[in-house]
C-alpha cells in the first residue's frame, strides 16, 4: 500500500460520490412525469462522473466513451453508457461527436451508470448489459485460425453501477434477486460468458461479484475467493454478494476488478475486412 497514492483515491471517491448525488439536485423536477427537469442529461452527467473516476485506474492505452459496439457479423448492440476500448488499435467510426460505432475486437469494458433501480429494471438493465456483451466476438475467420481460441478471455468486462435498488426487505431479499437473475439468464438463453462482471449498489454499499467454485483449480487462489468472472478457465464460479464497510471500500472493490480485468486483457485486433466483405 502506499499512503499518498491512497489519499488520492480517497478523492477521487469522495468526488465521485458528492457528484453522483449532486446529479439529483440538479436535475430533479417533482412537476416532471419521471422527476427529472431532462432525463437525457440527467444519464450524460452520471456518465461524465463515472468516467471520471475510470480514467484513475485504467491503463492509458484505454478511452472511455459512449456508443455502440459492432462486429464483423453484421451485428450492433444498443447504446452503451461506457464503452472502454483500445484506443491504439481501433478504428474508430464515428459521425460527428454524437455517434460512434467500435469493432468488438477493440472493446474491453462495457458499463451501465444508472440511479434507483426497481427489481424488475435491476434485471432488465443486466440482461441488456449482457446481450451488449455478446455483440463482442471476432470473426467466423478469426474463430476457424485459432484453434486455442477462448470466450471467456475475448468477452469484455463488464459493469453496472447504480444509486440503489428498491424493493429489497426481509420477504425478497439480495440473494433472490440474484436467483432471479439466474433463472432470466436461462431464459433468455444467455451464455455464461456473458454474465455480468460485477454490480455496484452505492447506498446499499453491496458488490455483486463471484467466488471460486470447488472445481476451479490454481494453486495461488484459495476456494471460495472473491473473483470477478463467472467463468474462469471453464469452470462456471459461484455468485457471491461482498458487504463493504463504507464507501472506499465499495469502490476499491470496483477499481481491483476493473483494473486487474484490463490488464489481464490480451491484444485483439479488428480486421477492416472483416468488416467489409
Known sequence: MNKRYAEVFKARVDNFISEMSRAKSLYEDLNKKNNLLHAGEYGMYKERTLRELIEFVKPFK???????VINSHDETSTQCDIILFDKLNTPLINFGDRFQFIPAESVAAIGEVKSVL??????????????????????SDYISNNKTFKAE?????????????????????????????????????????????????????????????????????????????????????????????????????????????????????????????
Open 62 to 68: 484505454y478511452e472511455a466513451t459512449d456508443g455502440y
Open 118 to 139: 426497481s427489481k424488475n429494471d435491476f434485471i432488465e438493465t443486466v440482461i441488456k448489459l449482457s446481450k451488449n456483451k455478446g455483440i463482442c466476438k471476432p470473426s
Open 153 to 277: 478471455l475475448f468477452s469484455p468486462f463488464t459493469f453496472l453501477i447504480c444509486d440503489s435498488i428498491s424493493g429489497i426487505n426481509d420477504s425478497y431479499t439480495y440473494k433472490e434477486l440474484i436467483k432471479d437473475l439466474a433463472e432470466r439468464y436461462k431464459k433468455e438463453g444467455i451464455d455464461v460468458n456473458n454474465y455480468f462482471n460485477i454490480i455496484i449498489s452505492l447506498s446499499d454499499k453491496k458488490a455483486f461479484g463471484y467466488r471460486t467454485s470447488k472445481k476451479y483449480v490454481d494453486p495461488f487462489v484459495d476456494l471460495g475467493s472473491k473473483i470477478y468472472y463467472p467463468i474462469r478457465f471453464g469452470d462456471l464460479m459461484n455468485g457471491s454478494i461482498v458487504d463493504c464497510d463504507d464507501k472506499y471500500t465499495l469502490i476499491r472493490e470496483f477499481a481491483y476488478a476493473l483494473s486487474n480485468s484490463l490488464h489481464q486483457r490480451p491484444v485483439y485486433f479488428p480486421d477492416t475486412t472483416d468488416y467489409l466483405w
